[in-house]
């Protein structure tokens, strides 16, 4: 079965095989619901709410996934706590850990490792959230920074895994899939008649989550990807069929960026999305204030993104009920300041 403890990548360069094809199996519901039952040991489902004046601007329902309202402030935290706890059932003795994050994932593995009591090293890109880091730390983490984004900071903790024998967690591994399953679990048992559900694709957990979830449950909804237009790398290897690693522009969509798929999460993307849609940042942006405005909810850029996604497509929707995955809300208080401010018209 997928996610078990057989699963872990054995060293640096199994984790770093995070990248090759490998043999993957759906979980099926058993497992979804033995790994939600083990996430909500530690965090509460969060809520899910159609918001009147939201459904007023889009023009359909619209059902927002607060994953913005976790303890770390982003869905993530689901997948630090499966994995760790199969690790500490395979390898009790472990000596520590090393990931890599632009910030969510780094936050995730440091809540986990509090609970499970296992030393957490994080490699962050140099740029980036200030105020994550600083979670980050605050949970334990020792925080390295190295690189320009987050594939030079993954490439820098496969070194650093090798040269400590700490065990290298990858970023995107079918633990962490099972456990962020879970919010889809608990949007799908509370929202049963969903048209669509746009999710936000950074390396994949979520919307490969999103996807065993429904099929799961047997369910009909649509699920539509969404990803920044600087950092399109999925969007363009859903269209190819296969696996296009592109080299990404500048976006305020950091949460998001990645340059290589995994092809593990292509294939289930391939097999169970609808699509995938591409939002500039002046889009993500907007979805930043409409949902301030709507529900005053604090969202970060990329987390916004599914938001920004179903209001660019409110047309196609009216009528209808839509969900979006508010995934993370972890944006540094100046630059809050600064998205709030509307840009003048002209």
Known sequence: MAGSAA?????AAGAASQWAAQDYTPPDLDALRSAARLVHKHVQPTLHYCWPLLTKACGCDVW???ENQTPIGAFKVRGGITYLDAL????PDVPGIVTATSGNHGQSVGF???????PITVVAPRPGAVEKKAAMAALGAEIVEHGENFNDAFEHAVALAESTGKHLMPSFHPLLVLGVASYSLELFDAVQDLDVVYVPIGLGSGICG????R???GLKTRIVGVVPAAAPTYHRSFAAREAVPMEMGPTILDSLMNKRPSPVA???ILKGAERIVEVIDEEALAAVRLCFKSTHNLVEPGGAAALAALYKEREGL??????AVLSGANVDMAKFCDILVEPEAG
Do not use: S, T
Request: aromatic residues 2%.
């Open 7 to 11: 699963d872990l990548p054995k060293g």
């Open 64 to 66: 927002l996934k607060h």
């Open 88 to 91: 500490k059932r395979a390898q």
């Open 112 to 118: 986990a490792g509090r609970i499970y009591g296992v």
């Open 210 to 213: 999103m996807i065993h979830a």
């Open 215 to 217: 099929d799961a449950l």
């Open 266 to 268: 292509l294939e289930v």
């Open 318 to 323: 009216a009528g209808g009920r839509a969900g």
